[in-house]
């Protein structure tokens, strides 16, 4: 007997890579935009900036696809 997946499980596997893959290029897209090494991120404000530049333009789209 063959095992069939549910649509449902396929849509969200796939919805979660999309996710996934979306979230790391963003990332990666603000990480070149900033010009950001992890030399930059040691200083207090550095790393504040960059928390927030995170949040603006990784986190809140990923929140808004899903």
Do not use: E, N, W
Request: aromatic share 6%.
């Amino acid at each position: 007997m063959t095992y069939r997946r549910s649509v449902s499980r396929k849509l969200a596997r796939g919805l979660a890579l999309v996710g996934l893959v979306g979230a790391l290029l963003l990332l990666a897209a603000v990480v070149v935009f900033y010009s950001l090494t992890f030399a930059d991120l040691t200083a207090q404000d550095a790393l504040i900036h960059a928390a927030r530049a995170m949040l603006k333009h990784v986190a809140l789209p990923v929140i808004v696809l899903m």
